[in-house]
C-alpha cells in the first residue's frame, strides 16, 4: 500500500511508466468476474498501528489520569462488529518512554487502505466551538434559526445563509471539522443520547474525533492557520485516513476516571 501511494503521487500529471503500471498490477491484479475469495484465517498475533501520540504539554485539553502526561492512541487495522478499526488507549508518564523501536512492527495486512495512517507532525491549534445544535434548548434554537438575530448581532455573516440560518450556525460555529481533541461530540445523522462509561456509570466526554478529512474549502471559519502549506497531492487528508464512506471515529473517556474503558462511536 505505501509503495501504491508513492507511485500514485510521483505520477501524478503524468503517464505511468511501464515499470509502475507492472507494479500497480502485481499490487492489484485486474479482477475476473465472478470474484471467488478463499482466504484462510489467519492464525497468530497482529501488531497495532499508531494513530495519535500527545502530550499534555502540546494539547491544553487533554485531560489525563493523575500521574500521566502522555496519551498514546494505537488500532486495530480491522472492524471489530463497529465497521471502525478498534483502538487502543496507553497513558504514560513521557519520561518513562525510552526505548524507541527504530523499525515499529506492522501487521501483514490491513482490511482497507484508509485504516493505514501516513505520518504527521501535529501543529495544534486551540479554538471555541459550540454545541450541536439539537443540545441547545428549544429558545436557542429559535434564535439561531432566525435570521434578523444574526443580522442585529452585526456578525458579518454571509448573506448566502439568509435562507437557512441554522446551517451557518452548523458549518462555521458548532463542532468544529477534522482531528481534534476534547470539544462537543460529534453525532452527524445520530441524536444526541448520554454516553455512560461501561465501569462506572459516570458522564463520558469526547476525548479525541479520528477525522477522515480535515477542514475543506467551503469550512472557510474552520481552515487551519497551515492551510496554505497543504500539498496538492494530499488536499485535506493528510493523515489518509477513512473511516467508514467519509466518517469520523469518536474515542469517549470517562470524566472521572480516563483510564476506564473507552467508547467508540462513529458519525
Request: aromatic content about 10%; overall charge negative; glycine content about 6%.
Amino acid at each position: 500500500m505505501r509503495l501504491e501511494r508513492w507511485i500514485r503521487a510521483a505520477s501524478r500529471g503524468r503517464t505511468l511508466t511501464p515499470q509502475e503500471r507492472e507494479t500497480l498490477e502485481r499490487i492489484r491484479p485486474p479482477q475476473e468476474y465472478p470474484v471467488t475469495l478463499a482466504i484462510a484465517p489467519y492464525e497468530g498475533s497482529i501488531a497495532m498501528l499508531p494513530v495519535a501520540q500527545l502530550y499534555a504539554r502540546d494539547v491544553p485539553d487533554l485531560h489525563t489520569p493523575e500521574g500521566a502526561d502522555l496519551l498514546q492512541v494505537l488500532w486495530c487495522p480491522f472492524d471489530h462488529s463497529t465497521g471502525m478499526p478498534k483502538t487502543a488507549l496507553f497513558w504514560r508518564p513521557a519520561a518513562t518512554v525510552t526505548d524507541i523501536l527504530t523499525t515499529p512492527p506492522e501487521p501483514p495486512a490491513v482490511q482497507f487502505d484508509g485504516y493505514l495512517l501516513e505520518p504527521c507532525l501535529l501543529n495544534p491549534e486551540q479554538v471555541t466551538e459550540y454545541p450541536d445544535h439539537r443540545e441547545l434548548s428549544k429558545e436557542l434554537r429559535e434564535q439561531i434559526g432566525d435570521w434578523s438575530v444574526w443580522q442585529a448581532a452585526e456578525t458579518g455573516v454571509d448573506s448566502a445563509y439568509a435562507s437557512y440560518p441554522l446551517e451557518f450556525y452548523a458549518n462555521e460555529l458548532s463542532v468544529a471539522p477534522g482531528w481534534r481533541v476534547g470539544g462537543w461530540p460529534g453525532w452527524g445523522a445520530a441524536d444526541p443520547s448520554p454516553l455512560l462509561c461501561p465501569t462506572c456509570n459516570s458522564d463520558m466526554h469526547a476525548l479525541l474525533t479520528i477525522a477522515t478529512s480535515e477542514a475543506g474549502s467551503r469550512d472557510s471559519s474552520w481552515l487551519p492557520r497551515e492551510e496554505s502549506a497543504y500539498e496538492p497531492s494530499i488536499g485535506f487528508k493528510p493523515t489518509a485516513v477513512e473511516i467508514g464512506s467519509g466518517y469520523d471515529q469518536h474515542l469517549y473517556v470517562c470524566q472521572t476516571a480516563p483510564e476506564h474503558a473507552h467508547t467508540e462511536l462513529m458519525a
